[in-house]
């Protein structure tokens, strides 16, 4: 793989040159006329999501990140909301952190701990890992359903969405659906991708979600602006984690992934031109990367 210098940045958003335009120009007359991809199969969605994290550092930097956040809440009951929480995994390690010390013995701490999701077999599986503590401290709820028809009793100290702010149908209703169930000093936490390198293929790639394209951070921003104005909210700086994501030598479903999208295989021949013009060399290992950022959104209730 070739690798050039990382895009830069403003804001956590890249700005890639003009060599990386002219390829998203071909990727884009390549698919001009043609009916639109696919989307990807909710049945493989979290095999080829778990393919694709193997690859990259993100959810070990999200893991860590969030783990501080958490921790910094102090002592005392706590509960927590994740939306889009999928499989469990990182709320696993999250919760580990707060009901279990370093050698497993309890902290004694209260957590009640929620989960919503639109698969039912995502709740299953979050409730599963989450069980697998079995820590007498640690309740455990969940929500089979879509975001905006969730009905979950608040109020919660905590509310992540980690990756799934993407979906909804208007990022900014999402937002005071959160923060109406934030008690006072608790914090509202969004982690979503930048429109950087690797996500201008999915705008290009990716079909309609119910009729909008997916969100990203500047779209989040937005959104926050909307819902949390006035006295009542403190809107936080927003934090970048610097991930790095292996690609070179990915299967087509990982590809897919990427793309959000089932692509042909001329699409597919472009996509990789592209990953192979933005590669980064990682700092340690010196083997391409490409660059994998998500930007870490904060909104604290006031009152």
Do not use: K
């Not at 956590?12 to 998203?24: A, I, Q, T």
């Not at 820590?135 to 608040?154: F, I, K, N, Y």
């Amino acid at each position: 793989m070739r690798t050039t210098p990382l895009p830069s940045a403003v804001g956590g958003v890249e700005r890639p040159d003009d060599r990386l335009d002219d390829l998203l120009g071909d990727l884009r007359a390549e698919r001009l006329g043609a009916p639109p991809l696919l989307a990807l199969d909710s049945d493989t969605y979290a095999r080829d999501h778990a393919a694709f994290e193997a690859r990259s550092d993100q959810r070990t930097l999200i893991a860590e990140h969030l783990t501080t956040r958490l921790a910094d809440r102090g002592p005392g009951p706590l509960s927590v909301l994740s939306v889009g929480c999928g499989d469990g995994t990182l709320d696993r390690v999250l919760a580990s952190g707060l009901v279990c010390e370093d050698d497993a013995a309890s902290t004694g701490r209260p957590v009640r701990y929620v989960g919503v999701d639109p698969y039912a077999s995502g709740t299953a599986a979050f409730s599963a890992a989450l069980a697998e503590l079995d820590s007498p401290d640690l309740s455990v709820e969940t929500s089979p359903t879509t975001w905006a028809d969730a009905e979950v009793v608040g109020p919660f100290d905590v509310i992540t969405f980690v990756h799934s702010m993407y979906y909804v149908p208007d990022v900014a209703a999402a937002v005071r659906q959160a923060l109406a169930l934030l008690r006072p000093g608790g914090e509202l936490v969004v982690l979503s991708g930048p429109r950087g390198a690797m996500n201008a293929l999915v705008d290009v790639c990716a079909p309609p979600l119910e009729g909008h394209r997916q969100w990203f951070s500047d779209d989040v921003a937005a959104g926050i602006r909307a819902a949390a104005g006035g006295p009542s909210y403190d809107v936080l700086p927003v934090e970048t984690l610097q991930a790095l994501c292996s690609l070179g030598s990915a299967t087509p479903d990982v590809l897919d992934f990427t793309v959000q999208a089932r692509l042909t295989p001329a699409a597919r021949a472009l996509v990789l031109s592209y990953l192979d013009a933005v590669s980064v060399l990682h700092p340690v290992t010196g083997e391409p990367r490409v660059p994998h950022p998500v930007d870490v959104h904060r909104v604290r209730r006031l009152r």
